[in-house]
Nanobody, 117 residues
Framework: VQLQASGGGLVQAGGSLGLSCRAS???????????MGWYRQAPGKQRELVAVIGPGGITNYLDSVKGRFTISRDNARKTVSLQMNSLQPDDTAVYYC?????????WGQGTQVTVSS
């Protein structure tokens, strides 16, 4: 089972990027009840939760991204996406996909997001 992230890249401040993460090899009965989230880690900083979406679609966001980022999930495709708008240089980080179900946690490989001023 792997979380395969895609998207990211380089964008100017004020621009938009989309991230996507596919739970490869994860069966539906595991994916559907899992909390799916995106974390990020900037150089010299701790990893922080950016956004999470629960099985029922309830979402929670880091205060600094509220109103700019939107997390969504597609249970049929076993994917979770993060649409990032009005990006700022402080959003520059490696972004990681994450799934949590009970005591089980799975991380995807990071994808770099760089926002130039």
């Amino acid at each position: 089972v792997q979380l395969q992230a895609s998207g990211g890249g380089l964008v100017q401040a004020g621009g938009s990027l989309g991230l996507s993460c596919r739970a490869s090899g994860m069966i539906t009965s595991v994916f559907n009840p899992s909390d799916m989230g995106w974390y990020r880690q900037a150089p010299g900083k701790q990893r922080e939760l950016v956004a999470v979406i629960g099985p029922g679609g309830i979402t929670n966001y880091l205060d600094s991204v509220k109103g700019r980022f939107t997390i969504s999930r597609d249970n049929a495709r076993k994917t979770v996406s993060l649409q990032m708008n009005s990006l700022q240089p402080d959003d520059t980080a490696v972004y990681y996909c994450n799934s949590k179900r009970g005591l089980s946690t799975l991380w995807g490989q990071g994808t770099q997001v760089t926002v130039s001023s």
